[in-house]
C-alpha cells in the first residue's frame, strides 16, 4: 500500500506544480489572497523601478561634470597684478558670457568649485 500512496503524492504534485515550490503550495492558503500576492508584486516591482530608474539618472551627474571640465578649460586662471587697474573687472568681461551663457544650468555650488 505505501508504494500506491506515494505514486499518488508524485501524480498530484504533476498536476498542479507543486513539485517545484513545496513550501508555497503549503502555506499559500494560511493568510495569503490573491489581492495580498498581488500587492506584494506590485510593491517588489515598484522598488525594482526605483532603483532602476536611479541607476538611469547617474549618467547625468557625469555629463554636468564633463560640461563644467569643458568651460573650465576655456577659462584662464585668473592671476592678479597690482600694477594694473581694474584687472578682475577685465578678467570677469572676458569671460562674463560663459559665467552667464554657459553655466546658467549649473548650480551655485559647482560654478564656484
Known amino acids: 500500500m505505501p508504494s500506491n500512496k506515494a505514486s499518488t503524492q508524485r ?6 506544480g507543486d513539485q517545484e515550490f513545496p513550501n508555497y503550495a503549503s ?6 489572497t490573491p489581492v495580498k500576492d498581488l500587492l506584494q508584486m506590485m510593491a517588489t516591482q515598484q522598488k525594482l523601478l526605483v532603483n532602476l530608474l536611479q541607476k538611469m539618472s547617474t549618467p547625468a551627474v557625469t555629463q554636468q561634470e564633463s560640461l563644467f571640465d569643458r568651460i573650465a578649460r ?28 554657459d553655466c546658467e544650468g549649473m548650480e551655485e555650488k559647482t560654478k564656484t568649485r
Open 27 to 32: 502555506t499559500s492558503t494560511e493568510g495569503r
Open 74 to 101: 576655456r577659462i584662464n586662471k585668473f592671476l592678479y597684478d597690482p600694477g594694473q587697474d581694474d584687472c578682475l573687472n577685465l578678467w570677469y568681461n572676458r569671460h562674463k558670457d560663459i559665467f552667464n551663457i
Open 11 to 16: 501524480d498530484e504534485d504533476i498536476i498542479n
